[in-house]
């Protein structure tokens, strides 16, 4: 049973949490940044996945409203046209493109990369901020589970397919938006193709988000000779469509220290962006590397990181 006073210490702790994840933790940390966004984008060309709202809607407008070529992917076509819409009203950025996709399905996503390959010249940065979290067990039509098969698999394929794009690229970068709650997980990687017995949507959500971090130290490996870098980053608390639909609870106890959607964007257009970002295989949270472990009982070690790579590999059926 819990004393009074270790209470007292978790709910300060909890507090301190809360605040620097949410918005007042971003105002406070965006006062001491000297680095602004590039003004001209336009010699660039991005890839935004999950670009219907929140925080990928954002990350699209900043790097569209600096000009560049922005190719935004969404699943649902009528909110993709009114993403596309909204970006060439308010930037006046002809270079707008939507692609459509379902990133759980792995047809899907080889479609979509033969069109990456055949309709497009060079690809300088791919955002994967696509994600979902789910309250029930569901399988793909692939039969891999689908926040896994969304969150993960879909960004492993459709990264190696478009390596020759980015390859052609002389700053060529690869992030991907991952979550807080991977701070609490080991990775399992024999439950993450089929779902855990018991499952659970909020720790099945933050299991895949700890595969995130470890593909991207993996990538950083990987690529390396390649010259592509490859960054991972925390967008904090934000308040987006996607929260109030899975986390509800969340969603309403913390509404009024939540961060925007903008302020949620902010480090993956700085990682996207800045022409000082020489650093690969990272974690970062409001413009600052990170540890991609705070509990020790979390740690992988290099047999998890090689049985996830191996999964990945079969269930995409990509060949080094």
Not at 25 to 48: A, C, H, I, M, N
Not at 286 to 307: G, Y
Request: net charge positive.
């Amino acid at each position: 049973m819990m004393h009074f006073k270790d209470k007292i210490v978790n709910g300060i702790y909890n507090k301190t949490i809360a605040l620097s994840y949410g918005m007042p933790g971003y105002s406070l940390r965006k006062k001491y940044w000297t680095t602004q966004f590039p003004e001209d984008l336009s010699d660039k060309v991005y890839v935004v996945t999950g670009a219907s709202s929140g925080i990928g809607k954002e990350i699209a407008f900043k790097l569209a409203a600096r000009k560049a070529r922005v190719i935004i992917v969404c699943r649902n076509l009528e909110r993709g046209k009114q993403v596309q819409d909204y970006l060439l009203k308010t930037t006046q950025n002809r270079n707008i493109m939507l692609e459509m996709a379902d990133l759980s399905d792995i047809g899907s996503i080889e479609r979509l990369a033969y069109r990456f390959c055949n309709w497009y010249p060079q690809i300088d940065t791919i955002i994967h901020n696509a994600g979902v979290m789910l309250h029930h067990h569901e399988m793909t039509n692939d039969q891999i589970e689908c926040t896994f098969a969304t969150n993960v698999v879909g960004p492993f394929l459709l990264t190696m397919r478009i390596l020759p794009l980015l390859q052609k690229s002389k700053d060529a970068r690869i992030i991907q938006v991952t979550s807080g709650g991977m701070y609490t997980q080991k990775i399992n990687v024999a439950s993450l193709e089929k779902g855990a017995k018991d499952y659970d949507g909020v720790k099945t959500y933050a299991q895949t988000k700890r595969a995130q971090v470890i593909l991207n130290s993996l990538w950083a490996n990987s690529l390396k000779k390649r010259e592509i870098n490859v960054n991972c980053m925390h967008p904090g608390w934000v308040q987006t469509p996607g929260i109030k639909k899975s986390l509800p609870r969340f969603s309403k106890i913390f509404n009024k220290i939540l961060r925007s959607p903008e302020a949620g964007a902010d480090t993956a257009v700085w990682l996207a962006t800045s022409d000082k970002m020489t650093q690969t295989g990272k974690l970062w949270f409001d413009r600052e590397c990170k540890p991609e472990h705070v509990l020790s009982r979390t740690r992988e070690n290099k047999e998890d990181a090689q049985e996830l790579w191996s999964l990945l590999k079969k269930l995409t059926k990509y060949i080094d």
